[in-house]
């Protein structure tokens, strides 16, 4: 089946330094990627839609210059949280869709990346 | 204002016993996607089953079934001799914009959060 890997599954780093997560799909080729934040017992917030070769579409409200996303290739898909602080301190999760034309088709996520913020 | 509504946040069921999960969404699309995911403790998302806006059958899959009334958009999610294992939460999730662009984009209702009693 198709795999998202997601690295690293958890990270701690002090306030002001930025933090990079990466989102590979390992088996197939990944036209879109979601990014998504999660906060403990909530749902999944859709921080931005990323498509290889273009610039990310981000979501109201989240500031795209806090959180960088680059899809430069059709197998990875990169978040960096810039200056981070304690209110950062999030469960991010990526997910991929395996087939162009296909809206059926399931996305696959990664198993996320605790991101705590000191 | 919200897109996907689960108005459950906890459910009990008895094991063996059948569960429905609510939800409803609204959308503008004629065209769009709805899916179920389960999300344990673990943190990992699993896909459960997808209903096409255009499906004319309901969806089902093993013990998952999706009772879809475009009329109402509703499409809750039935599952069928309840396991301790389906102990979780569970998402509904909903697609649209047009597939593969930058308007693309897949959000998450609330969820519900279901406890099989043995």
């Known amino acids: 089946g198709a795999v998202v890997s997601q690295h690293p599954s958890w990270v701690i780093c002090k306030s002001g330094t930025s933090v990079k997560i990466e989102c590979r799909s390992l088996?197939?080729?990944?036209?879109?990627m979601f990014w998504y934040r999660q906060f403990p017992k909530q749902s999944l917030m859709l921080m931005a839609t990323s498509n290889e070769g273009s610039k990310a579409t981000y979501e109201q409200g989240v500031e795209k210059d806090k959180f960088l996303i680059n899809h430069a290739s059709l197998t990875l898909s990169t978040l960096t949280v810039t200056s981070a602080h304690p209110e950062d301190s999030s469960f991010y999760i990526c997910s991929a869709n395996t087939r162009r034309g296909f809206r059926n088709s399931p996305l696959h996520f990664g198993n996320g990346t605790r991101l705590t913020v000191t | 204002a919200q897109k996907i509504t689960q108005t459950q946040p906890g459910m009990f069921v008895q094991e063996k016993e059948a569960v429905t999960l609510d939800c409803t969404y609204d959308t503008s699309d004629q065209s769009y996607g709805l899916f179920w995911y389960k999300q344990p403790s673990s943190g990992e998302m699993i896909f459960l089953i997808y209903q096409g806006s255009y499906d004319e059958q309901n969806a089902t899959e093993g013990r998952y079934s999706l009772n879809f009334q475009k009329a109402r958009k509703s499409a809750n999610l039935v599952i069928s001799a309840s396991q301790l294992g389906d102990s979780a939460m569970y998402f509904c999730a909903m697609r649209e914009g047009l597939f593969g662009t930058s308007y693309d984009k897949v959000i998450f209702g609330p969820g519900t959060s279901l406890s099989v009693i043995p």
């Open positions: 088996d197939f080729q990944a036209t879109t």
